[in-house]
């Protein structure tokens, strides 16, 4: 099992133009190949930068590739092209996994391949444009390669029956060995012929009874490579004459380049140039060390004057200020103000959630070679039609003349989904600036990485509830303060209705919980900061602000939080299953060894809905160590439930990170954190033990990449709340003591 | 011996090429042409084309760049070409031997990667902690892999395959 991610073959492969092609044989493979792609955009083949390649060589032109998706080789490979970026959720593996089962081929001649940029083709249909975000790449994906698989397997059931002279009915197809009575072939073996024949307009599908490899866990495509070093991300792609560029970049937010001085750059050794461009000063240098050097050595005096210049304390206290008026509505039921005065207790909490950083491991990189009248781009690209369109604009190139490589990525949790494409325009723009015709790798560091922006905002929210005299909640305020993430970008006008972005309310408007008044209210508020999703995006927030004050008022009100939450809960049985599975595992109810806590929270997310059950002890020092995490998820079909709990495990490690210790923050507008020291992250000492349990289920499947980070938050506050008295109302979780207070 | 000119060194304006150390890579001897403080990770990524080996923080702090010298797991970005004179330099594509393949098996057996982009230096911290302690404890582990960042968390897996690699390598 091998991937590979060459998808110059592919272009080749799909225009069907190698030289050495048999006429005859070309035609019928043409016919093939434009009877279902129409007038899609037709790249040239690629001619790959030697060394660059994912190794492929350039398949035999006579392969079934009856759609964009799959290509059936004579040498029995199956190469399922991949149209959205793999950084560590598995969507590689998922897909092909789709391919796989209506194909019935074996999971071991099963390749991947990145997709070209193609917006016709390769489109998220959650989005109508090429990209992953929003935990959607296999839920758009589900339909669409399970039929890409059939089809082929269709068409070769159909060569083979003529081929034996049986019926279609006779040919069975197993394990990627095509048989009926005592013949038998390879997939590969009836490639060609299968090509010759008509394309279905809509092959069946299997019935899930006969899966055998959805729902099972079949090896990651990628683990071989990755646990060999093999895997080439962005920052690995290398030809003799590429150079790197490093950016000098602003050392405030809106400041720009009044001037610069590159007299002791220029003398390191391999710094061949340094210009300026609108995003800073780049460093273009033969060599790696050569461009870092060059970065520390520019000199640039920066205008500053339409910098943001407040510091995070500033902005949190102009947010502040606001949960005092209301905001525009983002829900409203009932009469929430005449509830509250009958309310027999009316209980309020405010929350604050600092600026957080992605950090991918990989740093932001992007390969840009151009010698003025065509581009090929290497990156690990998640939005690769916004980020192929940005590369055409800043070169001034027809988009048939940019070619766009999409290269594993060493982690993204949002930070490449980026609407104006910077990473990739900077790259473009030193390129153009350079004028020749060598490949650029531009190269962030960690400091421009953590210092760079693009952070899950700032929000404060409160939450004020008014609870009866039986202690069911009655009425219930909650107020949102933050910068909107989607303003400005070419989503706005799906996701921000009536002023209200969807993103900064998401998991506090859809509050399942069976409340007659209920009010969200949100205050869109602007900074000098670019922000950007973080994974889960407005779940980050809402999901704990929401979550842990329900453990409040259920403590208020002397009752179980597990049960306070269900009773609420009749009108929502996916989250009330999840909750029961979880609470069922970890055993709640039953008794903890002293100095042992034990919180739950629920929460929906992606159409996923996942529940946490954590235990948690304070160390010496009074900080939180948790020691074990319950997770159970309702997300339909779960295609792979080991990539599926991998995700969990990774979401829970994500999210814990942040909740401890995750917070970027500024003074006079200058970020205090560079690195992994000031910005620390999740190490293996603090990860807890992840149990995942899967809800079986026949529903489509929905998003894990993102539903698992949110709610491991406000389960270790409602576990510390639970044993401390302590509520975790300012994130991170630093920012309070939760030693000696019980 | 292989002689390995420096990354387009001899095409600098100075047109200086930096000074020859000789070292043995992988099992080989390799001589690179480079400053002698050039950091070791890019010396291995540039000059010797060897991109197993990652950034991550160029800071000692992520432990993306582990690579063995001696038979020690240390982080590359943090040790100059003149340091590994005459010694012995393991990367992730040399690394041999019954614990590297162990580890190997193991992280593919319980699928550890999701990025992959850690796993390199994770593979070369974890053999380097099993060529020392046989059977790690979680504390043994902690300690020894508690620098090497994953932002994709696979930590309960890593910690799962280095157990793995134990059971199955002789006491
Ligand atoms: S790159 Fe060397 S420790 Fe991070
Ligand atoms: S697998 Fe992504 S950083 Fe470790």
């Known amino acids: 099992m091998t991937a590979s991610t060459h998808s110059g073959v592919l272009t080749g492969i799909f225009t069907m133009t190698p030289a050495d092609a048999a006429p005859e044989k070309l035609q019928s493979s043409r016919r093939t190949f434009l009877k279902l792609s129409g007038a899609g955009l037709v790249l040239g083949m690629a001619a790959p930068l030697p060394g660059m390649s994912g190794g492929a060589e350039a398949k035999a032109a006579e392969a079934l590739a009856p759609n964009p998706f799959l290509v059936v080789a004579p040498d029995n490979t199956v190469t399922v092209i991949i149209k959205h970026l793999d950084k560590g959720q598995g969507a590689a593996t998922g897909l092909a996994t789709l391919v796989a089962e209506e194909l019935d081929a074996d999971w071991a001649q099963i390749k991947t391949e ?111 490579a990755k646990s060999t070093g093999a895997t080439k991300f962005t920052i690995d792609q290398q030809t003799d004459d590429m150079l790197v560029a490093t950016i000098v970049r602003p050392p405030l937010f809106g400041a720009t380049v009044k001037t610069f001085d590159a007299s002791e750059a220029e003398k390191i050794n391999g710094v061949i140039k340094v210009l300026q461009i609108p995003q800073g000063v780049a460093v273009i240098a033969t060599n790696t060390w050569g461009a870092l050097q060059g970065q520390r050595a520019v000199k640039v005096t ?22 005092d008026k209301p905001g525009l509505p983002a829900r409203k039921d009932g009469d929430v103000e005449a ?67 999409t290269v594993w990525a060493g982690g993204s949790f949002g930070r490449r989904a980026i609407a104006d494409s910077h990473f990739v325009r900077e790259a473009c723009e030193i390129a153009k600036a350079y004028g020749e015709p060598q490949p650029v790798k531009v190269m962030w560091t960690r400091e421009d990485d953590i210092k760079g922006g693009w952070y899950r905002p700032v929000y404060v929210h409160r939450i004020k509830a008014g609870l009866d005299k039986d202690g069911n909640i009655v009425a219930w305020q909650h107020r949102i303060v933050g910068q909107s993430i989607i303003a400005g970008t070419p989503f706005e006008s799906v996701m921000v209705k009536d002023a209200i972005d969807h993103s900064s309310v998401e998991g506090a408007s859809n509050l399942p919980y069976g409340i007659a008044n209920l009010t969200v209210e949100l205050h869109t508020e602007k900074a000098g900061v670019p922000v950007l999703w973080w994974r889960s995006v407005g779940s980050t927030h809402t999901a704990h602000a929401t979550e842990h004050m329900i453990d409040i008022l259920a403590k208020e009100a002397g009752r179980d939080p597990v049960d306070f939450r269900l009773a609420m809960l009749s009108k929502h049985p996916r989250h009330a299953g999840v909750l029961k599975l979880a609470a069922e595992k970890a055993g709640w109810g039953s008794k903890l060894p002293d100095g042992k806590f034990r919180g739950v929270a629920v929460h929906e997310s992606f159409k996923s809905y996942v529940a946490q059950i954590a235990d948690v002890s304070l160390r010496e020092d009074g900080t939180p160590k948790v020691e074990r995490v319950v997770c159970a998820i309702d997300c339909g079909v779960a295609v792979n439930p080991d990539v599926v709990a991998a995700q969990m495990e990774g979401g829970i490690g994500y999210g814990l990170g942040a909740a401890l210790k995750g917070a970027i923050t500024m003074k006079e507008g200058r970020v205090e954190q560079s690195n992994f020291d000031g910005y620390d992250v999740l190490r293996m ?12 289920s026949a529903e489509a499947p929905t998003g894990v990449g993102e539903p698992g980070t949110p709610v491991v938050l406000p389960a270790v506050a409602n576990a510390l709340f639970s044993g401390t008295g302590v509520k975790t109302t300012v994130l991170p979780m630093t920012k309070q003591k939760y030693k000696g207070q019980s | 011996m292989a002689c390995v ?25 390799r001589t690179v042409e480079a400053e002698p403080d050039t950091p070791l990770l890019w010396v291995l990524r540039d000059d010797l084309k060897l991109t197993g080996t990652k950034f991550g923080c160029g800071a000692a702090l992520c432990g993306a760049c582990t690579v063995h010298l001696d038979g020690e797991a240390v982080r590359s970005c943090q040790i100059q070409l003149r340091d590994v004179e005459a010694r012995d330099v393991t990367t992730i594509e040399g690394v041999k031997g019954d ?47 508690d620098g090497n960042v994953c932002r994709c968390n696979t930590y309960q897996r890593i910690r799962a395959a280095i157990h793995e690699a134990a059971k199955t390598l002789p006491g």
């Open chain 1, 114 to 224: 990145f997709a070209p940029a193609d917006p016709v083709k390769y489109k998220n249909l959650a989005f109508g444009v090429q990209g992953v975000g929003g935990s959607t790449g296999l839920a758009n994906s589900y339909e669409q390669y399970r039929l890409a698989g059939a089809t082929a397997k269709a068409m070769i059931v159909a060569a083979a029956a003529r081929k034996w002279s049986v019926k279609a009915s006779d040919v069975k197809v197993s394990k990627g060995i095509v048989s009926s009575g005592d013949k038998s072939a390879k997939l590969g073996d009836l490639a060609v012929l299968a090509a010759a024949e008509s394309i279905p307009d809509k092959p069946a599908l299997k019935d899930p009874k006969d899966f055998v490899y959805i729902g099972k866990s079949f090896p990651r495509v990628d683990s071989k």
């Open chain 1, 302 to 323: 920066w205008d500053e004057s339409k910098a943001e210049k407040r510091g995070t304390d500033e902005i949190v206290t102009a947010y502040k200020a606001l949960l």
């Open chain 1, 339 to 405: 509830a509250f005065k009958t309310a027999n207790k009316v209980i309020s909490a405010d929350f604050e959630f600092p600026y957080l950083a992605h950090a991918p491991l990989e740093p932001l990189d992007c390969v840009v070679k151009t010698d003025g009248k065509t581009a090929e781009i290497w990156t690990g690209s998640q939005m690769q039609t916004l980020d192929h369109g940005a590369a055409c604009a800043v070169l001034g190139l027809k988009p048939e003349a940019v070619q766009l490589h």
């Open chain 1, 685 to 696: 000492s603090e990860m807890p033990k992840v149990e995942v349990y899967i809800v079986p």
């Open chain 2, 5 to 29: 000119p420096g990354l387009g060194r001899n095409r600098t304006k100075q047109g200086m090429a930096g000074m020859a150390t000789t070292f043995s890579l992988n099992g080989e001897k």
């Open chain 2, 99 to 145: 614990i590297a393949a162990a580890v190997q098996a193991a992280w593919i057996k319980l699928d550890v990667v999701q990025c992959g982009y850690c796993q390199s230096g994770q593979v070369m911290a974890a053999v380097g902690l099993l060529s020392q302690i046989r059977k790690p404890t979680d504390d043994d582990i902690n300690k020894a892999m």
